[in-house]
């Protein structure tokens, strides 16, 4: 039963916070690391930002560097990404996603989609005024 519940999302206006959680499930979690995602209309899915198996290391996207920050707590199977200082372009799908791949437990670069096996169905954000 494993599974990914992504949850936070909804309507802000420009410069507005966020905060999105990723609730793990049916895996063994301290062993994947978890990246962050985002999909815009007629967009790719491109990776934000990801936090290694023990969460010592983090990589983020040049896009989001300074405003999101990713963190997790192992004893609650839970991922955070907190979202600060959003903007329209910020808008679309985040899905939250394990892998137990080096590119995915180690967290060495900014993540693509690829390299992780499980994924959350998303959830919505969206910045307007």
């Known amino acids: 039963q494993l599974q990914l519940v992504e949850s936070g999302g909804g309507l802000v206006q420009p410069g507005g916070s966020l905060r999105l959680s990723c609730a793990a499930s049916?895996?063994?979690?301290?062993?994947?690391?978890i990246g962050w995602f985002r999909q815009a209309p007629g967009k790719e899915r491109e990776g934000l930002s990801c936090?290694?198996?023990?969460?010592?290391?983090?990589n983020y996207a040049d896009s989001v560097k300074g405003r999101f920050t990713i963190s997790r707590d192992n004893a609650k199977n839970t991922v955070i990404l907190q979202m600060t200082g959003l903007k329209p372009e910020d808008t679309g799908v985040y899905f939250c996603?394990?892998?137990?791949?080096?590119?995915?437990?180690?967290?060495?670069?900014?993540?693509?989609?690829?390299?992780?096996?499980?994924w959350g169905q998303g959830t919505q954000v969206t910045v307007s005024a």
């Open positions: 996603a394990a892998g137990r791949s080096p590119a995915a437990a180690i967290c060495p670069a900014v993540p693509h989609k690829e390299r992780y096996d499980f």
């Open positions: 049916g895996f063994a979690f301290d062993y994947y690391g």
């Open positions: 936090i290694s198996n023990g969460g010592g290391n983090t």
